[in-house]
């Protein structure tokens, strides 16, 4: 097991997790897990649960924020905050890195800068941030690192 202390990345999204399991759950890919000696759970299911809350809250501050802006221009917006490139961007900013658990090949071929990695990495935080607390914890954390605290975007 990486050795990192995760208390850093918890200081930065400003939570810390009840359920260290689910952190760790989060920075797992797939590579790591399969070539662990015990069964180990990775990030994807976290991911698909982190990607859909992150849309729901997206849309619903883009949505209390901007009045008068057109479905089509909401989406638009939306689609911006929550593609690959930007929860990538975010991820960096937090250093997610140097916390992904990464198998040997992907680590040789630098999946700790891979935006796909990252971004999924964030996508699974967002999940396990969700399921360890509740929706008022995870929207604070979305808002502050996604949407740089300013929800009209």
């Known amino acids: 097991m990486k050795k990192d202390n995760f208390e850093s990345l918890e200081k930065k999204i400003n939570y810390n997790f009840k359920n260290k399991d689910l952190l760790r759950n ?3 890919h797939k590579t790591y897990a399969f070539e662990a000696e015990i069964p180990l759970e990775y990030n994807e299911r976290l991911e698909l649960l982190g990607d859909s809350i992150l849309n729901f809250v997206a849309a619903e501050q883009l949505y209390k924020s901007n009045k008068y802006f057109s479905e089509g221009e909401l989406t638009r917006r939306r ?3 929550v593609n ?4 990538a961007d975010r991820a960096k900013e937090l250093d997610m890195g140097k916390f992904l658990l990464l198998g040997k090949g992907e680590k040789k071929q630098n999946g700790d800068t891979n935006p796909k990695n990252l971004a999924n990495a964030l996508e699974a ?6 399921l360890d607390s509740n929706l008022n914890k995870v929207k604070k954390m979305i808002l502050s690192i996604v949407f740089n605290d300013d929800p009209q975007f």
């Open 26 to 28: 989060a920075l797992t």
């Open 84 to 87: 690959n490139n930007s929860l």
């Open 125 to 130: 935080l967002i999940g396990a941030v969700y």
């Open 79 to 81: 689609a911006i905050l």
